[in-house]
């Protein structure tokens, strides 16, 4: 959300993330949005110049607040395992909301794509960084970290464009949820290699 937006901008926001996850977006106009809003099309215009930067800066918002929330669940655990488990399973939850028309809506949108592409290299990062932690701690055997780290980012890339879902079936949280079973049993020191 843009610098200087006032709590009405956050409260809109608030209500775009809540409607846009349970509808999607691609079929509504600024005119239906500020109908369901109960706001004027101008206050629209106010948070963005058009529909697309809309979706753009209501997707921002989406992902800034489940990084805040992912991050405060994986805060209280203490082992690598734990965070990284708590991780994959917080991002889960936070996309458990979106309905299939939401992710086919979100795949279908450029601005949307992006701030998603963008979030899920960040989120595949920070992975890398708990398995590294892992490996230094001796929790997790030595594995080489960019591989894992790569794998885990295409497949949560594959989960944002939608492939495992059309694939496997399995949503997007629960996809993470695999995701997080999958990587947690490659590294434990336990495994054999």
Known sequence: MAAGSTPRHQELFDALVALFLAEGFARSTLDDLAARLRCSKSTLYQLARSKDELVRLVAVHFFRGATARVEAAVAPCAGAADRVEAYLRAIGDELRPGSAVFFADLAGSAPARDVYRQNTAIAAARVGEMLADGV????????????????VGAQMVRIQQGHVRAETGLGDAAAYEALAGLVLHGVASGSGG
């Open 136 to 151: 230094r701690t001796g929790e997790f055997r030595s594995v080489p970290s960019a591989f894992v780290v790569d794998l």
